[in-house]
């Protein structure tokens, strides 16, 4: 049974995650592997991924948007 989330339900599956994700939170928030998230990255799929200097980092609302796209 497939319905689209209201607001209220997103915002309460994402009240445990912060606003700026690891690699492995984002995984774990997607609930995907973490080299299927880098393999996803590497295809451009998340222009959510921001790299200052050498760690990478999800800005998560855009993850999910873009996730759900």
Known sequence: ????????????????????LTP??????LRIKLSTLYRHVSEGRY?????????LRFWRDRLVQ???R
Do not use: C, T, W, Y
């Not at 049974?1 to 700026?20: G, R, T, V, Y």
């Not at 492995?24 to 928030?29: G, L, N, P, S, V």
């Open 1 to 20: 049974m497939n319905h689209k989330l209201s607001q209220i339900e997103i915002e309460a599956a994402l009240k445990d995650f912060p606003p700026m």
């Open 24 to 29: 492995a939170e984002a995984a774990a928030m």
């Open 47 to 55: 222009g959510a991924a921001v790299k200052r200097g050498k760690p």
């Open 66 to 68: 873009e996730f759900m």
